[in-house]
């Protein structure tokens, strides 16, 4: 993602540094990782760090996407074709929540950052689960004057919160968290569905 004249290009040198930003990040977290110690361990000048990068923030925003690439490909992977909307949007949300309990501290901080844009806030999940619903209003499984944009982050909110919730309290057990997060859920898809 070098820069050439104003626009970003791949390249191999770009693809190394994300790769160990990624293993930096997951393994020990965005404090770990810092421009000094990507030139140190890669053995480059910081300029051929900032020559594709704006900031260490933009590399941690691409450690996220990558975190929730993964994290959508194991939710999709856990979809049944043959089940109905809702019974996959459901699973969608289960898989990317149990996913996210299951790996370290590290990865989760890594599914709650976003960027802002003229849209709002931009995250991979929130974006993948708009996909989601708007899929369900082309299947008309979904109210069409649903704001999928706003549901999405809804549900991401209320995911991220009590995963943060369970992270931070020894005492908070999973079970309660995901039966609360679901009950959030539920309300959230019964407002989704169409009028009968």
Request: contains cysteine.
């Amino acid at each position: 993602m070098a820069f050439s004249k104003g626009k970003r290009i791949e390249d191999e040198t770009s693809k190394r540094i994300l790769d160990h930003a990624v293993n930096i990040g997951f393994r020990e977290g965005a404090e770990a990782l810092t421009v000094t110690r990507l030139c140190r361990e890669l053995n480059c000048d910081r300029r051929v760090i900032y020559n594709r990068f704006r900031d260490v923030n933009e590399i941690n925003l691409l450690v996220a996407c990558r975190c929730n690439e993964e994290l959508v490909a194991k939710a999709k992977a856990a979809m049944n074709p043959q089940a109905s909307f809702y019974d996959n949007f459901k699973v969608f949300i289960q898989t990317i929540f149990q996913y996210t309990y299951e790996k370290n501290s590290h990865f989760q901080y890594y599914t709650t950052l976003y960027r802002m844009t003229e849209e709002g806030a931009w995250n991979g999940v929130v974006k993948a689960l708009e996909r989601l619903i708007n899929e369900g209003k082309a299947a008309k499984e979904v109210r069409l004057d649903m704001d999928s944009a706003k549901a999405a982050r809804n549900i991401w909110l209320i995911s991220t919160g009590i995963g943060g919730m369970l992270a931070a309290n020894t005492n908070y057990q999973y079970q309660d968290g995901f039966a609360t997060m679901m009950y959030g859920v539920e309300a959230i898809s019964a407002y989704m569905k169409p009028q009968q």
